[in-house]
T-cell receptor, first 111, second 117 residues
Framework: DAKTTQPTSMDCAEGRAANLPCNHSTISGNEYVYWYRQIHSQGPQYIIHGLKNNETNEMASLIITEDRKSSTLILPHATLRDTAVYYCIVPISGGYNKLIFGAGTRLAVHP | DTEVTQTPKHLVMGMTNKKSLKCEQHMGHRAMYWYKQKAKKPPELMFVYSYEKLSINESVPSRFSPECPNSSLLNLHLHALQPEDSALYLC????????????????FGPGTRLTVL
């Protein structure tokens, strides 16, 4: 797998944007970046994925640098319910559909 | 229905017991997964089933035995477990239509919290 590096923890005030960085400097040209999150006592939840272009959906935006060596997940208006562990994953290519979770970033949203 | 259900929610078993975890989805997905998650650690992939056939076994000890009776159901049979096997066991499913580096979105269940005494 392309190894990803994320900060261990981050804080964010409710209503502000949460910007979660991820470093994936060994990513190959055709490998995607996926983001999942896991709220306490729940299973992980898919958020978004991207290849080269920036992506946006109802949950978040994903900004990928031009050299694709890093990306940022943006939660535009964080709420208390967004408190979770956020995982940045670059799955291996080759048709195995494997998700290898790293340690992730523990995001705490506070009032 | 975009839900993956897992039963039971909690399970306590002795090292000599035999028990089974059950996972079910009705999204028409053709791939199903088992993950193990220890406290304060990320999920670790155990098994992948694709079109009811085991496609990946991540060198899991034989005391864990997966079974996929049909495309909607996934079981994990447990026998002679050790206390260190205590963990949250997560099931997931996906369409099964991945190709190359693009992988399916996986839908996870809430997990079964297993305690081995």
């Amino acid at each position: 797998d392309a190894k990803t590096t994320q900060p261990t923890s981050m804080d964010c005030a409710e209503g502000r944007a949460a910007n979660l960085p991820c470093n994936h400097s060994t990513i190959s040209g055709n490998e995607y970046v996926y983001w999942y999150r896991q709220i306490h006592s729940q299973g992980p939840q898919y958020i978004i994925h991207g290849l080269k272009n920036n992506e946006t959906n109802e949950m978040a935006s994903l900004i990928i640098t031009e050299d694709r060596k890093s990306s940022t997940l943006i939660l535009p208006h964080a709420t208390l319910r967004d408190t979770a562990v956020y995982y940045c994953i670059v799955p291996i290519s080759g048709g195995y559909n494997k998700l290898i979770f790293g340690a992730g970033t523990r995001l705490a949203v506070h009032p | 229905d975009t839900e993956v259900t897992q039963t039971p929610k909690h399970l306590v078993m002795g090292m000599t017991n035999k028990k089974s975890l059950k996972c079910e989805q009705h999204m028409g997905h053709r791939a199903m997964y088992w993950y193990k998650q220890k406290a304060k650690k990320p999920p670790e992939l155990m098994f992948v089933y694709s079109y009811e056939k085991l496609s990946i076994n991540e060198s899991v000890p034989s005391r864990f035995s997966p079974e996929c009776p049909n495309s909607s159901l996934l079981n994990l049979h447990l026998h002679a477990l050790q206390p260190e096997d205590s963990a949250l066991y997560l099931c997931a499913s996906s369409q099964g239509s991945w190709s190359g580096p693009r992988v399916d979105e996986q839908f996870f269940g809430p997990g079964t919290r297993l305690t081995v005494l």
